[in-house]
C-alpha cells in the first residue's frame, strides 16, 4: 500500500485550507479594516478642530488663503491693506493723490472678519468646505457720499470763482433799474467720483479717478434779468393816481414807486422777484389821506349867568374825515404788484365840530377894582397862555379874551424858581418819565425820578406845563421850575394848546 503527502510547491505560500482557514482571514480583514477606522475617525476630528472660531479652508480674502486664520488675524489684514491703499484724483491739469478715508470711505475690519468666520465650522461643515472649493470674503465698506461729493468740490482750484448770479439794482445818480449780468463759474459734479469710490473701494487696491472741471452757469442768467428791467420799466409807465377828498389829484410818480420796490432772489435762489414795500407804501397814503382830511375845529362861546351867548370867541368848523384809506392802500399795492394803471379815489365823511360854553369873564375883580391892566394885552386873536407867578394862575387867552381860567398852579420853590419872559410851547408828551438823574446821584436829597406825568408841554428848555396827581393843593411856591396843574386842567390846557402856542410868564 502507498502513502500520498501533498507538499506546497516549490517557493509558494502554505495556504490554509478548508472552512477555519477562511474564518481567520476573514478575522485578520476585519481587525486591519477597524484600525484604519479609528485612524481615520481621530484624524477628520483632530483635523476639524483646528478650524473652531477660525476660518474655514478654502475661504479668501483680497486674494488671499486665510484658512485658519483668527477674527483678529483677519482683520489686522483687513486694516493694512486698507490703510495703504492710495487713490489718484486727477482734475484738469492737477493731480493728486488721497486714502480712502479722505473720500469718505469706512473699511469696517471687524464686521469683514466676522463675515470670513461665521460659516458652519463643525466636523461635517469642516469635511464639506474642504471639498467645496474656494469661498470669496468681500471686506464690509461704505462709502459717505456727501464726504466724497465735498473731496469732489475742493478740487475747483481757488483761482476759479463760482458763478455769479445776475442781479437787478436801482442806480440812485441816473435814476434807472439795470441789469448786472452774472457770470459763469467752475466746478464739478461729484457724481463721478463719488461713482468711481464707490466701485473700487471694496477691492482695497489702488486706483486712478479722472474727476472732469466743467463750466457752471449760474443759476439767475443775464436774460433773466433784463426780463425783469422791462418788467419794471413798464410798471413805471403804467399812470397811478389818487383823486383827493376834495378833487385834487395826488399822482403816484415814477420816482416815488423807485423807492417802494425792490428786486431779490426768490427763497429757491433760482429766480428774481420783485417786492413792494407795503409799509412805506401805506405810510404815503396815510400821509395823502391826512392832507386831504380837515380837523374839526371847536369853538368857544362865552356866556352868562343864564347861559345865553354874550360872545362868540372863536366859530367853530367842521372837519372831514378820509374812511377809506386802507383800501386805498392796497390797491396801489396791488398795482405795485402788477402792470397795470390805477385810479383810485378817497372818500370821506363830515366831522361835526363841538362848541365849548365858558362864563363871560368879569370887569371887576372881587374887590371891585378893573383888572385888565394886569394883563399882557394880546389883541392879534391869536391862542397864548399867561403865567401869573405872583397870583399862583394860569389863564388862556385868545387874543384879548380869557377862554379858560384862571387856574392855581404851583410854580417853582426858592431855587428853583420859574423862568419869566415870552416863550413858546416847542415839545408835548402825553405822557413822560421825569427825572433830574443827570445832575443827582439817586442817593442825593435833591435826585428825583417820576414816571408817567401826564400832559406835558415844554415851553422853555426844562420849564413846562403838566399836570401833578402827586399834589392836593395848589396855589404855592414848590416844584422844582415847572408849572403844576391839576391833571384835569393841564389835559384842558394840552387839548386847547399846540406847538408855538405863546406862553407869557411874569410876576
Given at each position: 500500500?502507498?502513502?500520498?503527502?501533498?507538499?506546497?510547491?516549490?517557493?509558494?505560500?502554505?495556504r490554509?485550507?478548508?472552512?477555519?482557514?477562511?474564518?481567520?482571514?476573514?478575522?485578520?480583514?476585519?481587525?486591519v479594516?477597524?484600525?484604519?477606522?479609528?485612524?481615520?475617525?481621530?484624524?477628520?476630528?483632530?483635523?476639524a478642530?483646528?478650524?473652531?472660531?477660525r476660518?474655514?479652508?478654502?475661504?479668501?480674502?483680497?486674494?488671499?488663503d486665510?484658512?485658519?486664520?483668527?477674527?483678529?488675524?483677519?482683520?489686522?489684514?483687513?486694516?493694512?491693506?486698507?490703510?495703504?491703499v492710495?487713490?489718484?484724483?486727477?482734475?484738469?491739469?492737477?493731480?493728486l493723490?488721497?486714502?480712502?478715508?479722505?473720500?469718505?470711505?469706512t473699511?469696517d475690519a471687524?464686521?469683514?472678519?466676522?463675515?470670513?468666520?461665521d460659516r458652519?465650522?463643525?466636523?461635517?461643515g469642516?469635511?464639506?468646505?474642504?471639498?467645496?472649493?474656494?469661498?470669496?470674503?468681500?471686506?464690509v465698506v461704505s462709502?459717505?457720499?456727501?464726504?466724497?461729493a465735498?473731496?469732489?468740490?475742493?478740487?475747483?482750484?481757488?483761482?476759479?470763482?463760482?458763478?455769479?448770479d445776475?442781479?437787478?439794482?436801482?442806480?440812485?445818480?441816473?435814476?434807472?433799474?439795470?441789469?448786472?449780468p452774472g457770470?459763469?463759474?467752475?466746478?464739478?459734479?461729484?457724481?463721478?467720483?463719488?461713482?468711481?469710490?464707490?466701485?473700487?473701494?471694496p477691492?482695497?487696491e489702488?486706483?486712478?479717478?479722472?474727476?472732469?472741471?466743467?463750466?457752471?452757469?449760474?443759476?439767475?442768467?443775464t436774460?433773466e434779468?433784463?426780463?425783469?428791467?422791462?418788467?419794471?420799466?413798464?410798471?413805471l409807465?403804467?399812470?397811478?393816481?389818487?383823486?383827493?377828498?376834495?378833487?385834487?389829484t395826488?399822482?403816484?410818480?415814477?420816482?416815488r414807486?423807485?423807492?417802494?420796490?425792490?428786486?431779490?432772489?426768490?427763497?429757491?435762489?433760482?429766480?428774481?422777484?420783485?417786492?413792494?414795500?407795503?409799509?412805506?407804501?401805506?405810510?404815503?397814503?396815510?400821509?395823502?389821506?391826512?392832507?386831504d382830511?380837515?380837523e374839526?375845529e371847536?369853538?368857544?362861546?362865552?356866556?352868562?349867568?343864564?347861559?345865553?351867548?354874550?360872545?362868540?370867541?372863536?366859530?367853530?368848523?367842521?372837519?372831514?374825515?378820509?374812511?377809506?384809506?386802507?383800501?386805498?392802500?392796497?390797491?396801489?399795492?396791488?398795482?405795485?404788484s402788477?402792470?397795470?394803471?390805477?385810479?383810485?379815489?378817497?372818500?370821506?365823511?363830515?366831522?361835526?365840530?363841538?362848541?365849548?360854553?365858558?362864563d363871560?369873564?368879569?370887569?371887576?375883580?372881587?374887590?371891585?377894582e378893573?383888572?385888565?391892566s394886569?394883563?399882557?394885552?394880546?389883541?392879534?386873536?391869536?391862542?397864548?397862555?399867561?403865567?401869573?407867578?405872583?397870583?399862583?394862575?394860569v389863564?388862556?387867552?385868545?387874543?384879548?379874551?380869557?377862554?379858560w381860567?384862571?387856574?392855581?398852579?404851583?410854580d417853582g420853590?426858592?431855587?428853583?424858581?420859574?423862568?419869566?419872559?415870552?416863550?413858546?410851547?416847542?415839545?408835548?408828551?402825553d405822557r413822560?418819565?421825569?427825572?433830574?438823574?443827570?445832575?443827582?446821584?439817586?442817593?442825593?436829597?435833591?435826585?428825583?425820578?417820576?414816571?408817567?406825568?401826564?400832559?406835558?408841554?415844554?415851553?422853555?428848555?426844562?420849564?413846562?406845563f403838566?399836570?401833578?396827581?402827586?399834589r392836593?393843593?395848589f396855589g404855592y411856591?414848590?416844584?422844582?421850575?415847572?408849572?403844576?396843574?391839576?391833571?384835569?386842567?393841564?389835559?384842558?390846557?394840552?387839548?386847547?394848546?399846540?406847538?408855538?402856542?405863546?406862553?407869557?410868564?411874569?410876576?
Open positions: 500500500m502507498t502513502n500520498v503527502t501533498d507538499t506546497a510547491a516549490p517557493g509558494g505560500p502554505l490554509p485550507t478548508g472552512r477555519h482557514g477562511r474564518r481567520r482571514v476573514a478575522l485578520v480583514l476585519v481587525a479594516f477597524a484600525v484604519l477606522a479609528v485612524l481615520l475617525t481621530g484624524g477628520a476630528l483632530a483635523y478642530k483646528q478650524f473652531e472660531g476660518a474655514l479652508p478654502g475661504t479668501t480674502l483680497l486674494g488671499q486665510i484658512a485658519g486664520q483668527t477674527p483678529e488675524e483677519i482683520s489686522s489684514l483687513v486694516v493694512e491693506r486698507g490703510s495703504e492710495t487713490v489718484t484724483v486727477t482734475a484738469g491739469d492737477q493731480t493723490e488721497a486714502g480712502l478715508e479722505d473720500l469718505g470711505v473699511v471687524a464686521a469683514t472678519a466676522q463675515a470670513a468666520v458652519d465650522d463643525s466636523f461635517t469642516v469635511l464639506s468646505s474642504t471639498w467645496a472649493g474656494e469661498h470669496e470674503v468681500a471686506p462709502v459717505d457720499e456727501e464726504k466724497a465735498e473731496f469732489a468740490k475742493g478740487l475747483v482750484p481757488e483761482d476759479r470763482t463760482d458763478p455769479v445776475a442781479q437787478v439794482s436801482f442806480d440812485e445818480e441816473e435814476q434807472a433799474w439795470t441789469a448786472e457770470r459763469n463759474g467752475q466746478g464739478v459734479d461729484p457724481q463721478p467720483l463719488v461713482d468711481a469710490v464707490t466701485q473700487n473701494a477691492a482695497l489702488d486706483f486712478s479717478v479722472e474727476q472732469p472741471l466743467e463750466e457752471i452757469a449760474p443759476q439767475i442768467t436774460e434779468a433784463e426780463e425783469v428791467v422791462g418788467t419794471i420799466s413798464t410798471l409807465e403804467q399812470p397811478m393816481s389818487i383823486t383827493g377828498a376834495d378833487g385834487e395826488h399822482e403816484v410818480s415814477a420816482e414807486r423807485n423807492g417802494w420796490i425792490s428786486v431779490e432772489a426768490e427763497e429757491d435762489g433760482q429766480s428774481l422777484g420783485i417786492s413792494v414795500d407795503e409799509d412805506a407804501v401805506r405810510e404815503w397814503v396815510s400821509a395823502r389821506a391826512d392832507k382830511a380837515v374839526a371847536d369853538g368857544i362861546e362865552q356866556v352868562d349867568e343864564d347861559g345865553e351867548v354874550v360872545k362868540v370867541v372863536t366859530e367853530k368848523k367842521d372837519g372831514l374825515k378820509i374812511t377809506n384809506t386802507d383800501a386805498v392802500a392796497d390797491e396801489l399795492i396791488a398795482a405795485l402788477g402792470t397795470t394803471p390805477l385810479e383810485a379815489a378817497f372818500e370821506s365823511e363830515k366831522v361835526t365840530a363841538e362848541v365849548e360854553k365858558v363871560a369873564p368879569k370887569d371887576e375883580d372881587e374887590d371891585g378893573d383888572d385888565s394886569d394883563t399882557p394885552a394880546n389883541p392879534t386873536g391869536e391862542k397864548w397862555i399867561d403865567v401869573d407867578l405872583s397870583a399862583k394862575t389863564t388862556a387867552y385868545v387874543g384879548d379874551t380869557p377862554v381860567g384862571p387856574r392855581t398852579m404851583v420853590k426858592a431855587g428853583n424858581e420859574t423862568v419869566t419872559g415870552t416863550y413858546e410851547i416847542y415839545l408835548r408828551y413822560q418819565d421825569m427825572t433830574n438823574a443827570g445832575y443827582y446821584e439817586e442817593d442825593d436829597p435833591e435826585y428825583y425820578y417820576t414816571p408817567d406825568v401826564p400832559w406835558v408841554q415844554y415851553f422853555h428848555r426844562g420849564y413846562a403838566h399836570g401833578a396827581p402827586w392836593s393843593s411856591s414848590g416844584s422844582h421850575g415847572c408849572i403844576n396843574l391839576p391833571v384835569s386842567d393841564a389835559k384842558w390846557l394840552y387839548d386847547w394848546a399846540s406847538i408855538g402856542t405863546k406862553t407869557v410868564v411874569h410876576n
